[in-house]
């Protein structure tokens, strides 16, 4: 694969040249050129400049308003709204995440719904943003229908990712964002691609016939991870991302999409709970004593570790050359 | 399988009686009696009955207080603790319920934290309580190490629970409750005793290596569902269960405990939201027109419809004899 090689402050203004160029404010393309910097530093190249081509398309569509303004509001002691005004995910975080943190230092528990937003992007920021404050985070969202519930054939869920993650003062946080699905789309894509096997559970062919033929499953539906357990993750996160913030289901969000290869509108539900508040004095060495039994067992990483580790590398990164070219071409 | 028929009351008076043979104020008793009677009448066998003789050597052996009273405190808007005073849970969550409800109705998220106890129950009827009142509710506990994080042959987290209720005016809650382990290690001894296989991916041996004999599980480890995915809710849980509630994790529980064969010493967390205040008006309505997309998939169950079918039954229950002339011989 041919490559380019960017300095983060380069990845950074190529995302926010081409923001600008597709009808966003500098607020907006701010935002998204953050999200998108500090995915490729962290080594999740699929949620980096690959996303730059849909999120286009989403603006060039009208479907994504690149200026607009999201609207704050603290309901309560402890519930936060944001309505996204038909933006990027992002820039409604950056307006709803500082009230959060601060409705959840005051109370212990506070809960943010995020609507009106088109997200296409990781969700750990979210709960990292959080954990770097000293709170607990948990974040999910609806996507596109791709999943069947366990003992059916037909597609519902999205693959209805969740994060979570835990302070660790002076230390990265305990931080993980997964898909529910048992693999992601574009994995089975690539395996497909590449002539490869996927274990039996990660899909179903068009017939609803279990398969390790990605090609197959790629006609088909997706599964949870973890059977059936795995499928009552999928609808916790289905209900709250969506039932609880009053934003579309999975299956709504395709019905009103208008299917130009961006994301469609939906919503997320973040919730920060403070362990200083709730644990009291003495929760971090408490937990710490925790994590270093954790740590000391062999074959066990601490999830995000990997992340952060390629953050301390402030050096170029390697981009796919056309990709690169591909996103000029767009400005 | 030789069984005696009893009627709810009489599974509940026999409950309390051997509870208040052992120690039990009647406050303490009726807890007890009540949540075993709710799991016999939801066909919940194994947190029924099954569960006395251990909850009498906790009595017994001074472990457990059987004349605790809870003591509930509400630190702030949104966050309820209760101190159990070494109860068993049930006696603590009748305390501490009432005020998470009220607390997250009035601001829309709460939480509650309870320390000291010790629980052996299912979680389904504190997630079930906070539904029945319009709440979304999520629960979860840890307890004696028994599972292997994923990737390491060792034993670190408890089984884990996590359980989740969504509310349905004038219907069932979706109401789920599961181990994040594979298989709960009782269910490995049963096959292990009929001479079964179970699935790959249940546990390991005692060194370390996958197995599908039970027997040779029950010497080793117990493995998370869904490899490292279910791992990482495991790992939640163990988090929210004992880092945020400051009560023991799962090894700490093990080597405080005094193994007497009753449960030892732990924490729970519950979480409750309020769609009504989240979503708002409507929400209803919402998440029916996607429970009936849901519910019209062949092949698929609402979680917690099998309990709800179960309760219709008034009449009596056949409870195994050796049983109950076991509990009555501990009066």
């Known amino acids: 694969m041919s490559t380019i090689s960017l300095t983060l402050d380069e990845i950074h203004d190529l995302a926010r040249a081409v923001m600008l160029a597709n009808g966003c404010d500098t607020a907006n393309a701010d935002a998204l050129a953050d999200i998108v910097t500090r995915a490729e530093r962290d080594g999740s190249h699929s949620h980096g400049l690959f996303r730059i081509p849909g999120y286009v398309k989403a603006l060039r569509s009208g479907k994504v308003d690149g200026k607009a303004q999201p609207v704050v509001t603290r309901r309560t002691a402890a519930i936060v709204h944001v309505d996204g005004g038909g933006c990027f995910a992002p820039m409604a975080q950056a307006a709803g995440l500082p009230v959060l943190a601060e409705a959840a230092a005051e109370v212990g528990v506070a809960a943010l719904s995020l609507t009106n937003i088109h997200h296409f992007a990781a969700l750990w920021p979210e709960t990292e943003y959080l954990a770097d ?3 607990v985070g948990i974040a999910c969202t609806a996507y596109m229908p791709m999943v069947a519930p366990a003992g059916s054939t037909q597609k519902l869920f999205g693959t209805n990712p969740i994060s979570f993650a835990w302070p660790r003062p002076g230390k990265p946080p305990v931080c993980y964002d997964m898909a529910t699905a048992a693999m992601a789309m574009g994995d089975v894509q690539i395996a497909a691609r590449d002539g490869k096997s996927v274990p039996l559970g990660t899909g179903l062919d068009a017939e609803g016939n279990a398969t390790t033929d990605p090609a197959k499953i790629a006609e088909g539906v997706l599964l949870p991870f973890g059977g059936y357990k795995g499928s009552a993750i999928a609808l ?5 991302a969506a039932g609880l913030t009053g934003e579309a ?6 019905e009103r999409d208008n299917h130009d290869g961006g994301p469609p509108r939906g919503g997320e539900m973040v919730i920060a709970l403070s ?11 408490h937990v710490e004593a925790f994590m270093d039994r954790l740590t000391g067992l062999e074959g066990v990483r601490v999830p995000g570790a990997r992340r952060h580790e390629n953050r301390q590398d402030t050096g170029p990164r390697q981009i796919n050359r056309a990709l690169v070219e591909t996103i000029r071409g767009l400005s």
């Open 275 to 285: 362990p200083a508040l709730i644990a009291g004095d003495g929760w971090e060495d």
């Open 133 to 135: 404050r000293g709170l």
């Open 249 to 254: 289901f999975s299956f709504e969000a395709a």
């Open 236 to 240: 916790m996160v289905e209900l709250l």
